[in-house]
């Protein structure tokens, strides 16, 4: 189960709506599975269907992280459309399995819903999120 904690869990929801009609996407780190930082990063796809982490941006996240002694948790993105579940795009493109993918849904932005999962060799296996 990974602990989410209604802070970081209204701070994907806010991040999603604030990019909205376009993808979000962002790095959670932390010690031991618990989260420390959120860091919200830019789509370079500026896109309602797509996400790409800066690449110079996730280099400097990921340096500030390995510094710091955390490790990367987990890497979400949203659907501003869809229900929070792994597109073919995005199990193609997961190429962190020891991250969980999160998953913000605007399907219904007044309920948005958010969901994670383990990716790896393109099998998707659902995690309980805990608040």
């Given at each position: 189960?990974?602990?989410?904690?209604?802070?970081?869990?209204?701070?994907?929801?806010?991040?999603?709506?604030a990019?909205?009609p376009?993808?979000?996407?962002?790095?959670?780190?932390?010690?031991?599975?618990?989260?420390?930082?959120?860091?919200?990063?830019?789509?370079?796809?500026?896109?309602?269907?797509?996400?790409?982490?800066?690449?110079?941006?996730?280099?400097?996240?990921?340096?500030e992280?390995?510094?710091?002694?955390?490790?990367?948790?987990?890497?979400?993105?949203?659907?501003?459309?869809?229900?929070?579940?792994?597109?073919?795009?995005?199990?193609?493109l997961?190429?962190?399995?020891?991250?969980?993918?999160?998953?913000?849904?605007?399907?219904?932005?007044?309920?948005?819903?958010?969901?994670?999962?383990?990716?790896?060799?393109?099998?998707?296996?659902?995690?309980?999120?805990?608040?």
């Amino acid at each position: 189960m990974f602990h989410l904690g209604k802070r970081y869990a209204d701070e994907l929801v806010s991040h999603a709506k604030a990019e909205a009609p376009n993808e979000c996407c962002g790095i959670l780190a932390g010690v031991e599975g618990r989260i420390t930082k959120l860091y919200r990063a830019r789509n370079t796809e500026n896109s309602p269907l797509r996400y790409n982490l800066d690449p110079r941006e996730l280099f400097r996240i990921v340096k500030e992280i390995e510094a710091k002694g955390w490790e990367l948790l987990g890497i979400y993105h949203s659907h501003t459309h869809t229900e929070a579940y792994p597109s073919a795009t995005d199990i193609e493109l997961a190429l962190w399995p020891e991250a969980l993918y999160l998953i913000v849904s605007l399907k219904n932005p007044e309920e948005a819903t958010i969901r994670a999962f383990r990716i790896a060799a393109g099998q998707v296996e659902e995690m309980a999120i805990s608040g």
